[in-house]
C-alpha cells in the first residue's frame, strides 16, 4: 500500500530558484491538499484540489502555485524561492467527511 | 474558519503514567473532530475521528477521546504511557467557508509528548 507518496524528500535551493514539489495517491481520492508546517505553527494550507483540474487557494497561498491534470497527482511548484519557504512540506489526500491520508514530507531548505 | 487550540505546546510523562493532551475547539455547530500523531520525519497519522456518533472515541495504540459540548473540549488521553508514544499530537477539525468545507482542516499548534523511562 503505497498510500500518498512525495518525492523528493530532500531539497535545498538557493534564493530565486525554481522547484516543483510532486504528490501522488493511489487512493483514487477526489480532494487533495498541500501543507506546510513550521515549528509551533502546525500545519497551515497552502493550495487544495477537489478534482481533476481544479485547484483553490488555501490559508498560506501566497508564493506558490499547483496543478492537478491528473486525478492521482498534485503538484506544487515555487517559481522564486525565498528564505521564509523553508519548511516542511505534506501532501495529504481524502474523500469528503473523511480525515486525510498524509504523505511522509519533503523537507526543503532555502539559502 | 473554525479553530482549534491545544492547551501546552509540550507535555512530559514518566513511562505508565496517564497521558492528557488537549483540545478545545471554536464552533457554534456540533463538529468533526480528529487527533493526529506525527512521529519524528513521518507524516501525520490519524490516531481517532469524532463525528457526533459517540462522545467517547476509541482509536488505535490504546488512546481514547472524550468530546464535551458543555467544555468545547476534545481531550486526547491514554491511561498508561508507552515509550512508543513519544511523538507530537495534533487536533484538528474541518473548515466552514460558507457551508462548504471541502475537507479542509485546521490544525492546533501541536503537542509534544515526551515519555521519560
Known amino acids: 500500500n503505497a498510500g500518498v507518496t512525495q518525492t523528493p524528500k530532500f531539497r535545498v535551493l538557493k534564493t530565486g530558484q525554481s522547484m516543483t514539489l510532486l504528490c501522488a495517491q493511489d487512493?483514487?481520492?477526489?480532494?487533495m491538499y498541500w501543507y506546510r508546517q513550521d515549528p509551533g505553527m502546525g500545519l497551515r494550507l497552502i493550495h487544495y484540489s477537489v478534482g481533476e483540474g481544479t485547484t483553490a487557494k488555501g490559508e498560506v497561498p501566497d508564493g506558490y502555485n499547483v496543478s492537478r491534470l491528473k486525478k492521482q497527482n498534485f503538484l506544487l511548484g515555487l517559481e522564486s524561492a525565498a528564505p521564509s519557504q523553508t519548511s516542511v512540506y505534506f501532501c495529504?489526500?481524502?474523500?469528503?467527511?473523511?480525515?486525510?491520508?498524509f504523505g511522509d514530507g519533503t523537507r526543503l531548505s532555502i539559502l | 474558519a473554525q479553530s482549534v487550540t491545544q492547551l501546552g505546546s509540550h507535555v512530559s510523562v514518566s513511562e505508565g503514567a496517564l497521558v492528557l493532551l488537549r483540545c478545545n475547539y471554536s464552533s457554534s455547530v456540533p463538529p468533526y473532530l480528529f487527533w493526529y500523531v506525527q512521529y519524528p520525519n513521518q507524516g501525520l497519522q490519524l490516531l481517532l475521528k469524532y463525528t457526533s456518533a459517540a462522545t467517547l472515541v476509541k482509536g488505535i495504540n490504546g488512546f481514547e477521546a472524550e468530546f464535551k459540548k458543555s467544555e468545547t473540549s476534545f481531550h486526547l488521553t491514554k491511561p498508561s504511557a508507552h515509550m512508543s508514544d513519544a511523538a507530537e499530537y495534533f487536533c484538528a477539525n474541518p473548515w466552514n467557508a460558507g457551508g462548504t468545507s471541502y475537507g479542509k482542516l485546521t490544525f492546533g499548534q501541536g503537542t509534544i509528548l515526551t515519555v521519560h523511562p
Open positions: 495529504a489526500s481524502g474523500d469528503p467527511g473523511e480525515p486525510q491520508h
Open positions: 487512493m483514487n481520492h477526489e480532494y
